[in-house]
């Protein structure tokens, strides 16, 4: 597979307390990509330890990488890059003059898969971490809002093909979210390229 070079629009979303940039239509194969990562990657459902209790994710992932990644009590050991996903974190990197060495990847089979607001800050990121996240599939919204100042928030609909990038200071100032979507929707997929330390 193949993707066309880099000559995409690029967004600034958010400059105070970090920056995060949008280029739509990143991916022009996105449809293709998907296929790929529901025929190559195995996904499971993982439990965390929240208020004394063992709880479902509502989702489910598959981490790629180097290194293994710990997040909410839970410890995620590297499964080894598909010839996919490291085609996809080349591009990035080449176009985005920016080094990953790891990649988790979420299932959102229907509306009724999210993730809660959390920032990305754990330690092995680093202290500034940049994220490069992938949508493939059903469009959903991607809610951020800042941790302080409780009137700052964006909203933005990502769709198939859509590279978002947060970095800078970003994951101390704000949190991001996929929340519910009631509707019936088909299967999305989000890979979250990192680097691990």
């Known amino acids: 597979m193949q993707f066309s070079f880099f000559d995409k629009k690029r967004e600034i979303l958010i400059d ?18 998907f296929q790929k990562m529901i025929t190559e990657v195995k996904f499971s459902q993982n439990t965390i330890k929240m208020w004394g209790k063992e709880l479902s994710l509502p989702r489910l992932e598959s981490w790629f990488g180097e290194k293994a990644y710990t997040y909410s009590g839970l410890t995620l050991k590297p499964n080894p890059w598909t010839p996919s996903i490291f085609l996809m974190k080349e591009h990035i990197e080449k176009n985005l003059s920016q080094h990953f060495n790891s990649c988790l990847v979420n299932l959102y089979r229907t509306g009724e898969d999210y993730v809660g607001p959390h920032a990305d800050d754990e330690k092995e990121l680093g202290a500034e971490p940049c994220i490069a996240s992938v949508s493939l599939g059903a469009s959903r919204k991607f809610l951020m809002k800042h941790r302080y100042e409780k009137d700052r928030q964006c909203e933005i609909l990502l769709s198939s ?37």
């Open 16 to 33: 105070h307390d970090g920056i995060v940039e949008y280029y739509p239509q990143f991916f022009d194969a996105s449809e293709e990509l």
């Open 161 to 197: 093909g859509d590279l978002l990038v947060m970095k800078g200071p970003f994951q101390h100032f704000w949190v991001h979210s996929l929340p519910k979507m009631k509707k019936e929707m088909n299967p999305r997929i989000n890979l979250t390229f990192r680097t691990i330390y």
